[in-house]
């Protein structure tokens, strides 16, 4: 059962035990959970370990953990650059009751201090979202794909079987499904039907593999959630969403490839959040489709956005030939989430980019060093 925590003095704890340089590793210890009042032998709260805590999704689902009084300790191999170095810098604050690790779950030496860290925090769940994420990277390079992602899935749950941490949210993909000829429409986890189109699908379908033989092998409890197309604030300057929002802020081109009729099933990270926190309940095995359920062509994000920035003037285009690796369409039949976790997407794409256009503005300046 997930119940709230109560700490003693929060501002008492907050000047004195959060240090700020996420670099050094620890910035939390037992000590200061035992200062806190925090009982290791009493299960009133959830302990989390979320990996890759710092990125897009992980970023948002610590916050949302560490509002509703959970324990998180947060592991990412990248604490300082891009996205990541913004965060840590511009979303975090100093927020109480969050340890964060700067570690490699794919290196042995760092595998072994998170083993340590087991030992402390007898974790309640995993929610693993660390991995390389990206389909036209992953076809350059499906070595570094496999190696990451299958490898530190895997290591994330022999450590799991290790230290008898019994649940595990882990982070699929809408890829899966076939990338170019989807037969069925909306896609449903509920036919079985599967046909990844490159190697960063391949690598999240081989780890749901694992997680079902770990089930299967040591009755790990396992929900995968297969995301469609996450956006909102703070999100990944590698994707269409938020680079729209800063092209047309900027009065830049849309920069398009093929006539923008591609149809994303766009999902609003906050709806997201609730996805990762709903499925920690047991349920045995389960694959879930996060999606809206309410697909868009690409054309329609871009006049939204404009909407929202500049009424009054048009978007301009830098069109580029279609890229057959974008797949026309992606569209999430989410009723078994909504059936088995009772979770329901909740924010229209309207209402979704005018919190992603506030949020850019708010923090442009922050953003001028981002590659995007
Ligand atoms: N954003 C989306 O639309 C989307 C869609 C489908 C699936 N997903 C999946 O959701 C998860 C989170 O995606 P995101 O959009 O937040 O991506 P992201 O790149 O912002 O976050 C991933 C994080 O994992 C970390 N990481 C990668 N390899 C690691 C390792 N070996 N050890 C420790 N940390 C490591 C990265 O540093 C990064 O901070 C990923 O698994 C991704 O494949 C995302």
Sequence with gaps: MIQKFTRGNDEEYNQNYFMGNMDTGWVFNTQLLDFMGYDFNTRDIMNILVTGCLGFIGSATVKRLIADG?????????TTTGMNGFRVE??????PNYCLWNLDITDSNDLMDLEDSCQDWDFDAVIHLAAIPGVRDSISDPVKYYQNNLMGTLNILELMRKFGIPKLVFASTSSVYDWQNAPYKPMSERTGYVKPGHPYAGSKLACENLCRIYHEL??????VLRYFTV???????????????????GQNSIHLNGDGSQERDFTFIEDVVDANIKAL???GFEVFNIGSGNPHPLLDF???AQETINPDDFPTYNLHPPNNL??????ADNSKARDILGWKPETTLQAGIDKMVAWYQENRKALKDIKF
């Design 231 to 249: 956006y909102g604030p703070a999100g990944r300057p590698d994707m269409f969403p938020l680079r729209v929002v800063k092209w047309i802020d």
């Design 302 to 304: 871009v006049d939204y």
């Design 70 to 78: 959970h324990g998180v300790m947060g592991i990412d191999k990248n």
């Design 90 to 95: 511009n979303e975090f604050g100093e927020i």
């Design 326 to 331: 974008d797949a026309p369409f992606t569209w």
């Design 218 to 223: 040591h009755s790990l409890d396992v929900s």
């Design 281 to 283: 309940k047991p349920i």
